[in-house]
Nanobody
Framework: VQLQASGGGLVQAGGSLRLSCTASGRTFSRHALGWFRQAPGKEREFVATINFSGGSTYYTESTKGRFTISRDNAKNTVYLRMNSLNPEDTARYYC??????????????????????WGQGTQVTVSS
């Protein structure tokens, strides 16, 4: 099982990026999918999650209104559209799939321990 993230890069403040993460080896159509990020010297933090159908999403407060998570189950892919980027968004971004089927989304389901499948991450650097 592999989750391959891509789309990171260097962007100026105010710019946009779209991250993609495609799974291979199994289907995750019944799993919640999420994005986490880790900046140097900091703990990994939750960014956004989407439920199995794509009908429900949840974001950390700092990304709400700027980031949009979406998924295409036919392509086994999750996306993270990031707008209005600022230097505080600089981090390595990881995609993840929930350990269990049909994990709900919301404030109680943002722990990294709820996600059992992880990608290798893609670096996002925002310059001021």
């Amino acid at each position: 099982v592999q989750l391959q993230a891509s789309g990171g890069g260097l962007v100026q403040a105010g710019g946009s990026l779209r991250l993609s993460c495609t799974a291979s080896g199994r289907t995750f159509s019944r799993h919640a999918l999420g994005w986490f990020r880790q900046a140097p010297g900091k703990e990994r933090e939750f960014v956004a999650t989407i439920n199995f159908s794509g009908g429900s999403t949840y974001y950390t407060e700092s990304t709400k209104g700027r980031f949009t998570i979406s998924r295409d189950n036919a392509k086994n892919t999750v996306y993270l559209r990031m707008n209005s980027l600022n230097p505080e968004d600089t981090a390595r971004y990881y995609c993840a799939a929930s350990r269990s089927y049909y994990l709900p989304v919301g404030a109680n389901y943002t722990r990294s321990s709820s996600f059992g499948f992880w990608g290798q991450g893609t670096q996002v650097t925002v310059s001021s």
